[in-house]
Nanobody, 123 residues
């Protein structure tokens, strides 16, 4: 089994920053892409960002491009999402996920998910 644990969420004022972490443990596989998604109550979960196994490819939703930076440290089995210039509309539960392929695909192709961490941005 594979476990993902997110951390780093919290309450921040608009314009502030947070850095989310996602630690992957358990029966991990040789290479996996990592994605970040978010969900607001009553809305569908949406894609935020993703990074390939090699970190060569990174992907961002238009709404976060230029403000968020995705990265990973494979030696630590950990991924990161640096979030700068946060806006109230970034408020959501943020989830990390991994898929048993080296590069990103659509949300339905992710195999394992964390429990999520709350990010709240006050105006």
């Amino acid at each position: 089994q594979v476990q993902l644990v997110e951390s780093g969420g919290g309450l921040v004022q608009a314009g502030g920053s947070l850095k989310l972490s996602c630690v992957v443990s358990g029966r991990t596989f040789s290479s996996y892409a990592m994605g970040w998604f978010r969900q607001v109550p009553g809305k569908e979960r949406e894609f935020v960002s993703a990074v390939s196994w090699s970190s060569y490819n990174t992907y961002y939703a238009d709404s976060v491009k230029g403000r968020f930076t995705v990265s990973r440290d494979n030696a630590k089995n950990t991924g990161y999402l640096q979030m700068n210039s946060l806006k109230p509309e970034d408020t959501a539960v943020y989830y990390c996920a991994v898929r048993r392929k080296p590069d990103h695909s659509n949300m339905g192709q992710y195999d394992y998910w964390g429990q999520g961490t709350q990010v709240t941005v006050s105006s």
